[in-house]
T-cell receptor
Framework: AQSVTQPDIHITVSEGASLELRCNYS??????LFWYVQSPGQGLQLLLK??????LVQGIKGFEAEFKRSQSSFNLRKPSVHWSDAAEYFC?????????FGSGTKLNVKP | DAEITQSPRHKITETGRQVTLACHQT?????MFWYRQDLGHGLRLIHY???????NKGEVSDGYSVSRSNTEDLPLTLESAASSQTSVYFC???????????FGSGTRLTVV
């Protein structure tokens, strides 16, 4: 069975600081992995996705994620956080036309 | 522009009442999904459909039903609303071979 774990429920970073959000997955084959962002009161927006090939994936809004098979991880990073990045972030695994989501990480940004 | 819309945006209902949440998409996507979002649980799949007349149960389907009579709509019905069904509900759609969802803006349902 597949599953996605996001170990951090809340993270607070200062504006301008770097960010890394953790995601671990459990899946028997090469996974299709995604990161979504949800602003308050909004639906989910796709940040980036990994299918195969280059393990460092670039996304929108300056985000990137690195797939590490040996660690079963797909961590999201951003070198310099902006106040507008405050939101909830979801890692997801795609299998047979369905998504399996992690429980989310809420990001707070301090001025 | 193509879109996916959910209605209503907010709903308050009483325990035991039947409630239907609407989801309409103009992407012409085959696949449609309903999720509920609760604090600490992320998004959990309720029901999904891969085409007209096709419906399938997700991981938290008890107390919910869906029907797919056309490509555009997948209404979610709560047969007898319970307080445990207070949640935010998201509809999503996708097309085969296109690995990504398009999400609606959500419906916040409160059962009192």
């Amino acid at each position: 069975a597949q599953s996605v774990t996001q170990p951090d429920i809340h993270i607070t970073v200062s504006e301008g600081a770097s960010l890394e959000l953790r995601c671990n997955y459990s899946y028997g084959a090469t996974p299709y992995l995604f990161w979504y962002v949800q602003s308050p009161g909004q639906g989910l927006q796709l940040l980036l996705k990994y299918f195969s090939g280059d393990t460092l994936v670039q996304g929108i809004k300056g985000f990137e994620a690195e797939f590490k098979r040996s660690q079963s991880s797909f961590n999201l990073r951003k070198p310099s956080v902006h106040w507008s990045d405050a939101a909830e972030y979801f890692c997801a695994l795609y299998n047979f036309n369905k998504f399996y989501f992690g429980s989310g990480t809420k990001l707070n940004v301090k001025p | 522009d193509a879109e996916i819309t959910q209605s209503p945006r907010h709903k308050i209902t009483e325990t035991g009442r039947q409630v239907t949440l609407a989801c309409h998409q103009t992407w012409n996507h085959n696949n449609m999904f309903w999720y509920r979002q609760d604090l600490g649980h992320g998004l959990r799949l309720i029901h999904y459909s891969y085409g007209v007349q096709d419906t399938n149960k997700g991981e938290v389907s008890d107390g919910y039903s869906v029907s797919r009579s056309n490509t555009e709509d997948l209404p979610l019905t709560l047969e007898s609303a319970a307080s445990s069904q207070t949640s935010v509900y998201f509809c999503a759609s996708s097309q085969d071979g296109n690995y990504g969802y398009t999400f609606g803006s959500g419906t916040r349902l409160t059962v009192v």
